[in-house]
């Protein structure tokens, strides 16, 4: 079998090679998928959606600051080129290891040689009463629309309330992590310009956005001076951080705290944290890893299988310094990469490798001009630097050259402060008037 | 009172100013807003969505070529900076001339000194059975989205269906006038890439598009050549041009003809005709216009009324040539403007002026490189000069410099075929996974 790589293969010659299945189209689908792209192997891609997501700017969408397409890009048009990859809009409801096949929800089956699950994480809520109901996680482009329209009609709404009476609003956000922190700055601009450029009769003081956690301070995974600097630029732009407090019940419209107080929230933004999605990871072997994650070896095959291999958030992977390595983007891609090599060496018969994560740093933007950076070797860079450098990397990792141009306009336009802006409530289930 | 235009009014001078509210932020509605701001009335401007739509580019939203905020423009932004001008986002269910209040749906009531119905038009289904509760119409964003991801199901569904047997596929779209046409050629162009660029298992032969008229022949508001040059373009990308043919049925998947022929379709798409949208401008007298639209008199109020108008698609506009004027954008948008100019012309105690239509010619492009226009004076254009007029207008219709850069970006995009594109199947109602 010729293992270098060939930019096409015949329909006769595609059915002799062995075939891989790859169960969802995050970071680390897609990167497994681009590693197999042109190898002698077929590649079958399942994903429930018809498009990859750039999920670290999903808060972007939620904020009306970019449009779903700007953060989104279609599996078929990656991989389009590629003759040996076919891909597959369907759900999965099991792989069935006895028989070596990846079960969909439609009922049809898809046989394998090797098998990928990287069917990614979801939002956890720990559960608290009613936080699943109600609190709005930011996981997929619909979750992020649906914020969006809420975010948006809670100010019309308010706008409205001001004609006759005094109207205070708050909007929580659970959880100090990046995803917390950028959301509640990305709010706090949105509310700016509602506010400053688009008339909204609105109080700008009593319009509160509180961003809470439980942990005593925000950003837990960079050093102290990132929480102190991003405590101080939020702060800065009208948002509230409070910390060591604890969140006991989300409602439709309000949320209660363990030492008693209980709020209006127009909205209960959910950023506390993540645990597998779905069942399939948690059921490949008889062990499993911590939050239902699938616990593979150092070469990221499933404990115990031959041909089943688990990646991205998906997957517990061992860190040999500490227990698990962390659920992270650049560790979806790496692990992604790998697992295609290792796949790639199986079938030509040769031992597999151990998986190393190459740490690139962390980031995490607070607003126009101010991110934080932790990077590996050189410290913590903060303020427009930080923001720089954090631009300039979601931009380079967003799929497709027009994303990244329209992105780059829209920035551009936000960071000007021209009185632009996706800012459109398309209703979810609309009938005709 | 001061008629010169004034920037900015205080909060007390503006209570004193008389109120106008204006129905409906489309074309009609806006234009005759724009008139009004920072001169001497309050504006109340009322709209069920928080954005103008540009509607003659919804097809390109349909069929995956725009995004809904590059044919979309918040009303707070476009109005944000009049401070006599404010915006509402509700639905309005009666006007009540004893009263002079407009009654809003949550039972909220506004009163006006006069009011300004511009509430458009829908589709006209004809009481053909199945087509309101089936058939895709083409007239909010919410339709755009609805029936985009419907095709890139149909689709996806296709291309599973095509690994054990061989598809075929219609679609059907009903109507063969500018929108039909449109449609029908962007439809094309979308099965062509999805083939080609995306890899979709599709014999594109067996792909049909099927534009359906009980008319002789195509655009019967253009010339005979305009018709027998869109009938050749369309065929040359695999349309099927079927005149002289009425829709009896149209079930979920499928359309049956007055010749007994029934045809499985994957979607129908309706832009057969249109209607007043809802009930508001059939109601504001005792005689109306044809289709329920308004009668409104020669300076636009409404007939035996002193201050009710009505104006755009929602209205019949005498026409001293003929009967009424056309359903057009640019009739839409003169007749806003006269409006704005006799309330003002009315609070001056001035007589009203007669509303005049002056023809800016019709266009309709029928894919890249191809369209027909025609002008007052000038009589027919076709082809690439055709498109170009085409495009140079639609673009410089669109609100906002933004918008005008992205729909450019997009469509140079498309034109040259680089294998991009929003096709993105955002679920309407969807659950955590």
Chains 1, 2 share one sequence.
Not at 34 to 42: S, T, W
Not at 127 to 138: F, N, Q, S, W
Not at 177 to 200: K, M, N, Q
Request: aromatic share 8%; charged share 20%; hydrophobic share 45%.
């Amino acid at each position: 079998m010729a293992m270098t790589p060939k930019s096409e293969y015949s329909a006769s010659e595609l059915a002799t090679l062995p075939h891989v299945v790859v169960v969802g189209g995050g970071f680390a689908g897609v990167s497994t998928v681009r590693k197999l792209a042109n190898r002698p192997v077929r590649v079958t891609l399942i994903d429930r959606h018809n498009f990859h997501a750039f999920l670290p700017l999903l808060y972007q969408v939620a904020t009306a600051g970019l449009e779903p397409a700007d953060v989104a890009y279609p599996l078929r048009t990656i991989f389009g080129h590629a003759k040996n990859v076919r891909v597959r809009h369907a759900r999965v409801s099991a792989v069935d290891q006895a028989r070596n096949v990846v079960v969909l929800q439609d009922g049809n089956e898809i046989g394998y040689d090797h098998v990928v699950v990287a069917t990614g994480a979801v939002a956890s809520y720990f559960d608290i009463p009613g936080a699943k109901t109600y609190a709005m996680p930011l996981y997929t482009l619909a979750n992020a629309r649906r914020l969006r329209n809420r975010l948006l009609r809670s100010l019309e709404d308010a706008d409205v309330a001001a004609e006759t009476s005094a109207v205070s609003l708050n909007f929580v956000v659970v959880g100090g992590g990046p995803t917390g922190v950028e959301t509640a700055g990305a709010l706090s601009e949105l509310i700016e310009i509602a506010v400053r450029r688009d008339g909204l009769r609105l109080d700008r003081e009593k319009v509160r956005i509180r961003l809470v956690d439980v942990a005593p301070r925000l950003l837990t995974a960079f050093p102290e001076s990132a929480s102190t600097y991003a405590i101080k630029e939020l702060r800065s732009m009208g948002v509230d951080v409070e910390l060591g407090r604890s969140v006991v019940e989300v409602e439709q419209y309000g949320i209660r705290f363990s030492d008693g107080e209980r709020l209006d929230a127009a909205a209960v933004i959910w950023a506390a944290g993540v645990t597998v999605a779905g069942t399939l990871a948690s059921h490949l072997a008889t062990k499993i890893g911590p939050s239902g994650r699938a616990l593979v070896g150092a070469d990221l095959r499933v404990d115990g299988s031959e041909n089943v291999w688990s990646i991205g958030d998906a997957a517990a992977i061992a860190d040999p310094k500490a227990t698990f390595y962390p659920q992270l983007a650049p560790l979806a891609i790496q692990s992604g990469r790998h697992c295609a090599e290792q796949i790639l060496r199986v079938l030509r018969g040769e031992a597999t490798e151990v998986f190393r994560y190459h740490d690139k740093g962390i980031m995490a933007t607070i607003g126009r001009r101010a991110a934080v950076a932790k990077l590996p070797h050189a410290g913590v860079i903060k303020g427009t630097i930080g923001w720089l450098a954090w631009l300039g990397l979601h931009l380079w990792y967003l799929v497709g050259f027009r994303n990244r141009l329209r992105v780059l306009i829209n920035w551009t336009w936000r960071y000007f402060d021209w009185p632009s802006g996706p800012r459109l409530i398309v209703a979810d289930a609309e009938t005709a008037p």
